[in-house]
C-alpha cells in the first residue's frame, strides 16, 4: 500500500513539474503552468524586436494550449520592440510586464480582466491606449513615467485609480471619470497637467475647467493648471493632498477666506513665490511648501491652530506589528544599484557652505514587486535641508528587494538612511551621497 502510495506521488510530482515547463516557439518564450494556461515570458528580452504577434493558442508536446495571460516583466526593457498584438484570449496582464519597452501602440483585449501594478512603468513611446470594459481598477502606477501618453479612454466600469497611477504622464492631455469612479488616490496625478473631466452624474467628484474637487467643491483635490496665477473658488473649504504638486509656472495663487485647511503636501515643489494665508485658515499640513525654492516668505493673516514644517517629529504612519513567531526579513536595496544615489542627487540651491552635510532616515512600505507603495516620511534628520530630496530619491528608486515574512515575499515597512556630503573643491562642485 505504502509502495503504491509512493509511486502515485513520484508520478503527481512529475506531471506537476511537466506543467510548469518553459519553451519556446516562434521565439516567443512561454511557460505552462496547467493542462489549459500557457504564459509568456521573456528570457532574453533583447531577442524581441520590432512589431510580435501573440498568438491564440500554440502546440506543444502535441498539445494544445491557450494563451490566457501576459506574465510579469515578460517584455520589460525591450526597447526595440515597436508594437504588439495580443489575442482576445488573454485574460490578465501581470505587474511590471511592459516595463520601460519601445512600444508606442498597443490594443489591449476587449476581455481583459486584469491590468497590473507598473504594467506601462516608463514606457515613455507610448501615445494612446484604451481600457478594455471588464478592467475595474487602474493599479499602482500602472501608467507611471509614460511621458508620451497623449490620449487614454477609461473604462466606464473602472470605480479605481490608485497611487501614481499617471505620474509624470506630462504630455497627457484629458482624462474622463466615470460616474461609477469611487476612488481617487490624492497622488493619482503628480506632475500631470491633464483635464480632469468628471461625470456629473459621479457621486463622489466633480470638476469645473478641468480642476478635480469632490461632489460638493468645497475640496480641491487636483489642479492642473499652467498659468502663473490662480484663483482658488470661493466654494472651497479644503486644498487637498498634492492639488499643485510640482507646479512649475505657478507663482500666485489667490486663497479665498472660505480655506480653513491646506492638507499635505499641497503645493510642494511649486513655483510659487510669494503667498498670502486669510484668517480664515487654521491648519497648514505637513510638507505643504517643501521644494518651494522661489517661496520668499508666507504672509500669515491668521491665528493658525496647527501648522507643520518639515520635520523629524512628524511621522503620520505607525510602524505595523507582526507577532514575534513571524520571522521577518526587511526590504534592502539592490547592493549594484548603489550608484543610484550618487548619480541622481539634486545639488542644495545654497552654495554658500563650502561643506555641507547631513543624514535623513526615510520610512516607507515596499510591495511584493519591490516598489515604494506609501507616503515616504522622514523619520529622522539633522539637516532639513536636505529632507525633500531624500524623499525625492527614494520616490524614484529603481525596484527593491522584497522584503520577507516566514520565508515568503511580503509588503514590508522599511527604514533607510541616506548620508548627504557636500563639498567645493576648487572650480568642481561634488555631491558624494552614501547609505548604510
Known amino acids: 500500500m505504502h509502495k503504491k502510495l509512493i509511486s502515485v506521488l513520484i508520478l503527481l510530482l512529475i506531471s506537476l513539474n511537466g506543467w510548469c515547463q518553459n519553451f519556446t516557439a516562434d521565439g516567443i518564450h512561454y511557460?505552462?503552468?496547467?493542462?489549459?494556461?500557457?504564459?509568456?515570458?521573456?528570457?532574453?528580452?533583447?531577442?524581441?524586436?520590432?512589431?510580435?504577434?501573440?498568438?491564440?493558442?500554440?502546440?506543444?508536446?502535441?498539445?494544445?494550449?491557450?494563451?490566457?495571460?501576459?506574465?510579469?516583466?515578460?517584455?520589460?526593457?525591450?526597447?526595440?520592440?515597436?508594437?504588439?498584438?495580443?489575442?482576445?484570449?488573454?485574460?490578465?496582464?501581470?505587474?511590471?510586464?511592459?516595463?520601460?519597452?519601445?512600444?508606442?501602440q498597443i490594443t489591449l483585449p476587449s476581455k481583459l480582466k486584469v491590468l497590473g501594478k507598473y504594467a506601462f512603468y516608463n514606457c515613455k513611446k507610448l501615445k494612446e491606449i484604451e481600457i478594455p470594459q471588464a478592467i475595474t481598477k487602474i493599479e499602482f502606477g500602472t501608467f507611471r513615467n509614460c511621458a508620451g501618453l497623449e490620449s487614454i479612454k477609461l473604462?466606464?466600469?473602472?470605480?479605481?485609480?490608485?497611487?501614481?497611477?499617471?505620474?509624470?504622464?506630462?504630455?497627457?492631455?484629458?482624462?474622463?471619470?466615470?460616474?461609477l469612479i469611487k476612488y481617487i488616490s490624492t497622488d493619482a496625478f503628480l506632475s500631470c497637467q491633464a483635464l480632469i473631466n468628471v461625470d456629473t452624474d459621479?457621486?463622489?467628484?466633480?470638476?469645473?475647467?478641468?480642476?478635480?474637487?469632490?461632489?460638493?467643491?468645497?475640496?480641491?483635490?487636483?489642479?492642473?493648471?499652467?498659468?502663473?496665477?490662480?484663483?482658488?473658488?470661493?466654494?472651497?473649504?479644503?486644498?487637498?493632498?498634492?492639488?499643485?504638486?510640482g507646479k512649475d509656472n505657478l507663482k500666485t495663487i489667490v486663497i479665498p477666506p472660505s480655506v480653513k485647511t491646506i492638507e499635505d503636501y499641497a503645493f510642494a515643489r511649486s513655483g510659487l513665490t510669494s503667498l498670502k494665508l486669510p484668517k480664515s485658515v487654521k491648519s497648514v499640513g505637513l510638507y505643504s511648501f517643501a521644494g518651494c525654492m522661489v517661496l520668499k516668505g508666507l504672509d500669515i493673516d491668521s491665528t493658525i491652530?496647527?501648522?507643520?514644517?518639515?520635520?523629524?517629529?512628524?511621522?503620520?504612519?505607525?510602524?505595523?506589528?507582526?507577532?514575534?513567531?513571524?520571522?521577518?526579513?526587511e526590504p534592502t536595496f539592490p547592493m549594484e544599484k548603489w550608484r543610484y544615489f550618487g548619480d541622481n542627487t539634486l545639488l542644495p540651491t545654497s552654495r554658500n557652505n563650502i561643506h555641507v552635510s547631513g543624514k535623513v532616515t526615510v520610512y516607507f512600505k515596499v510591495d511584493v514587486y519591490g516598489f515604494v507603495v506609501s507616503m515616504i516620511r522622514i523619520a529622522k534628520s539633522n539637516n532639513p535641508i536636505f529632507e525633500l530630496e531624500?524623499?525625492?530619491?527614494?520616490?524614484?528608486?529603481?525596484?527593491?528587494?522584497?522584503?520577507?515574512?516566514?520565508?515568503?515575499?511580503?509588503?514590508?515597512?522599511?527604514?533607510?538612511?541616506i548620508v548627504f556630503n557636500y563639498k567645493t573643491k576648487h572650480k568642481y562642485n561634488t555631491f558624494l551621497n552614501s547609505t548604510q
Not at 466606464?156 to 484629458?174: E, Q, R
Not at 478635480?212 to 486644498?239: A, E, G, H, M
Not at 529603481?398 to 515568503?408: C, R, T
Request: net charge negative; charged share 20%; with cysteine.
Open 305 to 329: 491652530y496647527q501648522i507643520h514644517k518639515i520635520s523629524i517629529d512628524n511621522d503620520p504612519e505607525p510602524f505595523e506589528y507582526y507577532p514575534e513567531c513571524w520571522v521577518c526579513k
Open 31 to 104: 511557460r505552462i503552468m496547467n493542462s489549459s494556461l500557457a504564459v509568456i515570458e521573456c528570457e532574453n528580452p533583447e531577442g524581441y524586436i520590432g512589431n510580435i504577434t501573440i498568438p491564440k493558442t500554440v502546440i506543444y508536446k502535441n498539445y494544445t494550449y491557450t494563451v490566457t495571460k501576459v506574465g510579469s516583466t515578460a517584455f520589460r526593457n525591450c526597447g526595440k520592440l515597436s508594437s504588439v498584438t495580443l489575442p482576445d484570449t488573454i485574460r490578465e496582464i501581470e505587474p511590471r510586464a511592459f516595463e520601460a519597452c519601445g512600444i508606442s
Open 155 to 179: 473604462s466606464p466600469k473602472i470605480d479605481t485609480i490608485d497611487y501614481l497611477a499617471f505620474d509624470s504622464c506630462v504630455s497627457l492631455k484629458a482624462i474622463d471619470i466615470s460616474a
Open 390 to 417: 531624500a524623499v525625492r530619491l527614494i520616490h524614484n528608486t529603481p525596484p527593491w528587494i522584497p522584503g520577507e515574512i516566514d520565508q515568503k515575499t511580503a509588503e514590508l515597512y522599511t527604514t533607510y538612511l
Open 202 to 245: 459621479n457621486l463622489i467628484y466633480s470638476s469645473q475647467q478641468g480642476v478635480l474637487y469632490n461632489k460638493q467643491k468645497t475640496k480641491l483635490l487636483f489642479c492642473p493648471t499652467t498659468d502663473s496665477i490662480y484663483q482658488i473658488p470661493n466654494s472651497v473649504v479644503t486644498i487637498g493632498e498634492f492639488a499643485f504638486w
